[in-house]
């Protein structure tokens, strides 16, 4: 197997086995409906027998019903009906006393509770309570038990039957009064246990629907009860019943539907920018495929309550990490694909991400730095509540909406505690992010230092070819903080023999003191100049810069000849056959900054020889640089199209009549005579 084919295929293998083992194994409910809307399906029949599940609606209120009436808890006490029968039994009431006992046993027997105890946790008088006797509690009504006053009355009736008399002032003063009292005890305690848990468990059903019972019609409209019907077979059918058919035909579907999918991811990249298939960007690019993927697919298992949770548009800012918009967009759709497909708000889900991520990759230009990026995060909040809530006005989606605004803040919080993946995954994946290259680009690093101190002419060049790239690649919409960084340190290897090049020559300017160059032969005047690229390499492998800061320095000066000592040689005979030893050993320019840093290295190079300062110099200046490098093939592999390379060139002819513009000469001033 070819290296190239091999990097593509492996990433894809190992995505394609995490998104089959991931993939729900219960088929999804083949119908979509809405309330209120016609049901476009044929006539469904139950398969199955099913509970109808209360509404989220329905539950609160019961709750709240229940929440609000208590049922008050009693403990009925054996020692204060004994205590009082006893000293009833020593009244003096003649022969009156048998029957009061008799009568108050039974009463007590009944239960007496306190006229007002029952009303403590409820507005009005319940109509049950619970009692407990003897280590068991149970509920009677309110109607099979006396209230105090109540008790008392049914004592005074049942004596006045037997004596005939009103007995009243005598049971006053002989204190049988004081000896009927409550013997059924309120427990405010076990009352608010038994409180909170009769409202926790209502019951969450509220009928049964056999199999082979209607469902609802062809053509009928989706009414509030046919639709709470639907929502509870769906989701029996999803829990409990599942797929239906061979569970071979399960595992072709997942095995298509993954591999569509890879497919998918595969065409993006190639249409894009198919040269991510040759570096390391590319089983980044899949790893944080795979973060999106795979963590739809877990959490769609693990309850769907939790895919607000999750920051989906840090997948989005991880890519516009490393990556073109061109190549970020379709990769980030890609990874959302398992959420639209499985998820049962799967399109609500679907667009609530991608309008964020795009809107997140906007703000994250702005937003990237320190406590900046929780702004980037707010905006986030904002484009997911605004598009949820848009989605619950239209009746789209169900939930509790303050539940789902918090997951949603969490989530998008979220993204910044995530984002610093990024360094992790630029050392693991050797790539450098927009944060590193703005690191790269300080002067003030020790490496940029040390240049300045041993080659203060290449430092200088350095800079004026960092600011003419940078004029280039946003005028084309390159990535000007990557090119920027390439110019700064293109020509690094250049400190280890900075008089070898004519920039640095004042170092040492004085007079009698030889040139570099005098007395070597133009192969060995060559030989040392191209070996600044070889040197550039191994200063910045030794500092551990970026692989793509170290193809800038291979390419800046692609596969060309030492112009100058190579036209000294021919002129002193050399044999043009051997040309390759004055042919630089690096690689042709693939990307659009790698080519605008040749050329804005060439320009700023030879612009120093230029003798006339006037826009048609400057054009046939441009050009003739342009040309050499396109005639010397230095373009063949390039991704940059005519009309990009013509306006780099524009904007190179415009650049050197700013740096080259004419001055106003200010008169000599005449000083007085003394």
Not at 634 to 662: C, M, N, P, W
Request: one cysteine or more; aromatic letters at 10%.
């Amino acid at each position: 197997m070819k290296k190239g084919l091999y990097r593509i295929a492996v990433p894809l293998g190992i995505a394609f086995l995490l998104l089959v083992l991931l993939m729900p194994r219960n088929a999804k409910f083949a119908y979509d409906y809405r309330k209120g809307r016609t049901w476009k399906y044929e006539t469904l029949y139950a398969q199955f027998d099913f509970p109808i599940y209360k509404t989220e609606e329905q539950m609160r209120e019961e709750r709240g019903e229940a929440s609000s009436e208590a049922i008050p808890y009693y403990k009925f006490s054996d020692e204060i009906t004994a205590r009082n029968l006893r000293a009833a039994e020593r009244l003096e009431l003649g022969n009156l006393r048998s029957a009061v006992v008799s009568s108050m046993r039974a009463i007590y027997q009944k239960g007496v509770m306190a006229d007002e105890g029952s009303r403590r946790h409820s507005s009005s008088e319940p109509d049950v309570i619970y009692v407990q006797r003897d280590k068991r509690a149970v509920k009677y009504p309110t109607s099979e038990v006396y209230r105090l006053t109540e008790a008392r009355s049914r004592l005074l009736s049942d004596i006045a039957a037997v004596s005939g008399a009103n007995v009243d002032s005598l049971f006053r003063a002989a204190g049988v009064y004081d000896l009927l009292v409550p013997n059924l005890l309120f427990d405010e305690q076990t009352t608010d246990l038994v409180h909170a848990e009769s409202a926790t468990t209502v019951s969450p059903t509220s009928g049964y629907v056999n199999a082979g019972q209607l469902i609802v019609q062809e053509g009928e409209i989706v009414t509030a009860e046919i639709a709470q019907m639907l929502d509870s077979y769906k989701r029996e059918f999803e829990a409990n019943v599942g797929y239906l058919g061979p569970p071979a035909l399960l595992l072709v579907g997942n095995l298509l539907i993954a591999l569509t999918i890879l497919v998918l991811l595969y065409l993006s990249i190639y249409f894009n920018n198919p040269r991510i298939f040759e570096d390391s960007r590319f089983p980044y690019l899949v790893v944080v495929f795979l973060l999106g993927a795979v963590a739809s697919l877990i959490l769609i298992r693990a309850g769907e309550r939790f895919l607000l949770l999750f920051p989906f548009t840090l997948v989005a800012l991880l890519l516009q990490a490393f990556m073109r918009n061109r190549v970020v967009v379709p990769v980030y759709v890609v990874s959302l694909l398992p959420l639209l497909i499985f998820s049962h708000d799967g399109v609500v889900l679907f667009v609530m991400y991608f309008v964020a991520g795009m809107v997140s990759i906007l703000a994250f230009r702005y937003f990237n730095r320190g406590w900046k990026q929780f702004i980037t995060a707010l905006i986030t909040f904002a484009v997911l509540a605004l598009v949820y809530l848009g989605f619950r006005a239209a009746d789209m989606v169900a939930g509790n909406v303050w539940r789902a605004l918090l997951h949603l803040f969490i989530g998008s919080m979220a993204t910044v505690a995530g984002y610093p993946l990024v360094y992790l995954f630029e050392r693991l994946f050797n790539l450098v992010s927009n944060s590193r290259l703005i690191e790269l680009c300080d002067v003030s690093n020790p490496l940029i230092r040390e240049l300045e101190q041993k080659a203060p002419g290449t430092f200088q060049h350095s800079l004026q070819v960092m600011n003419m790239v940078d004029a280039a690649a946003r005028a084309i919409g390159a990535n000007a903080d990557l090119v920027r960084a390439g110019a700064l340190y293109h020509d690094i290897g250049k400190m280890n023999n900075p008089l070898c090049f004519v920039e640095n020559e004042s170092l040492v300017a004085r007079e009698g003191v030889p040139k570099y160059h005098a007395g070597l032969t133009p192969e060995q005047s060559a030989h040392d100049i191209i070996r600044h690229m070889q040197d550039g390499v191994e200063i910045a492998r030794k500092n551990h810069l970026p692989d793509a800061i170290v193809d800038f320095i291979r390419s800046h000066h692609g596969t060309t000849t030492t112009g100058y000592f190579y036209s000294q040689f021919l002129r002193d005979g050399g044999d043009p056959a051997l040309a390759g030893e004055f042919r630089y050993p690096g690689i042709k320019p693939v990307s659009k900054e790698q080519i605008i840093l040749m050329l804005c290295d060439s320009v700023e190079a030879a612009s120093r020889t230029l003798k006339e300062f006037t826009p048609e110099a400057y054009s046939a200046f441009v050009e003739r640089i342009v040309s050499g490098k396109m005639d010397e093939g230095q373009f063949d592999r390039a991704d940059i199209s005519i009309s990009e390379l013509g306006t780099v060139k524009e904007t190179l002819k415009q650049y050197l009549a700013q740096i080259h513009h004419e001055r106003i000469v200010y008169p000599k001033q005449k000083t007085k005579k003394q």
